[in-house]
């Protein structure tokens, strides 16, 4: 729960920057946004999760 609370957050803050600085459109964030929200009850969610936990893994592995 907390990967998928922080993932949201960090996402939420790139489509702001975006937003801001990069000319996206509101109404662009809003296809992204329902994109997201319909993609997340396919079949493939699980394995979208599983490659975010992944990835969060080898980030949470590597040593700076």
């Known amino acids: 729960m907390v990967l998928s ?3 949201v957050v960090l996402l939420g803050v790139i489509m702001f920057l975006f937003f801001r600085k990069d000319g ?3 109404s662009h964030a809003i296809v992204c946004a ?3 929200f ?3 009850g396919t079949a ?3 394995g979208i999760k599983a490659g975010g936990a992944s990835l969060a893994g080898l980030l949470k ?3 700076l």
């Open 44 to 46: 493939i969610a699980p």
């Open 38 to 40: 319909y993609l997340a």
């Open 24 to 26: 996206l459109k509101v």
């Open 5 to 7: 609370i922080s993932g």
């Open 34 to 36: 329902l994109f997201g």
């Open 61 to 63: 592995g590597l040593s």
